[in-house]
């Protein structure tokens, strides 16, 4: 068994998984990255800030929290709700089972491995404060790099229904936190818009 206080094997084998992503992103440097490789890096680092003393289960479900996405994609499912909920509930099955499968095969203890899935699976989201939190990083990575892009390819309701849904996923620290990030001009307004 490894000793359960060491991070490094399990991140880099989730890296390794997740630079196989075939969709590139751009980084803050303009070069382009895979694109879940990528996320993982902002969800690592979005951690780091908004809770330092994060345990070892939070801190590989944060760089897990979307483990090989590309490989359920979005277009198998039904273009509605339902279908949007359905595929939303087995990707996190799916980043569950294959970060399970990647920290048994480094030597992982079970009691570790239970609790990253079930912080993947999101089962006690606003009861288990670690659960919320991988949540409010989510929700704090999707606005600072994701949400201008969204905003700018949907109509202003949905956007402004998605930030009001958003901000109710989140923790009273982390609506503070989201408070500080450094979007741009249109977002801040669309968000303050959204909460008025």
């Given at each position: 068994m490894l000793q359960s206080l060491d991070a490094a094997p399990a991140l880099a084998a989730f890296d390794l998984a997740n630079q196989a992503d075939p969709r590139q992103e751009p980084d803050e440097q303009g070069q382009l990255q895979p694109q879940e490789w990528l996320y993982g890096q902002r969800m690592s680092?979005?951690?780091?800030?908004?809770?330092?003393?994060a345990s070892l289960a939070l801190q590989l479900a944060a760089r897990a929290q979307h483990l090989e996405r590309w490989v359920i994609p979005r277009e198998q499912y039904a273009r509605d709700r339902a279908g949007y909920l359905q595929w939303r509930s087995d990707l996190k099955a799916y980043h569950a089972r294959r970060a399970a499968e990647l920290l048994r095969d480094l030597g992982y203890d079970e009691p570790l491995i239970e609790?990253?899935?079930?912080?993947?699976?999101?089962?006690?989201?606003?009861?288990?404060a670690e659960c919320q939190t991988l949540e409010d990083v989510a929700c704090l990575v999707?606005?600072?790099?994701?949400?201008?892009?969204?905003?700018?390819?949907?109509?202003?309701?949905?956007?402004?229904?998605?930030?009001?849904?958003?901000w109710r996923k989140m923790s009273p620290a982390g609506q503070q936190a989201a408070l500080q990030l450094p979007l741009d001009a249109g977002t801040l307004a669309l968000v303050g818009k959204a909460l008025a």
């Open positions: 680092q979005r951690l780091a800030q908004f809770c330092p003393q609790r990253v899935g079930s912080l993947l699976r999101k089962e006690q989201l606003k009861r288990d999707f606005l600072q790099y994701h949400f201008a892009a969204f905003a700018a390819g949907h109509a202003e309701e949905k956007v402004l229904d998605i930030v009001r849904k958003t």
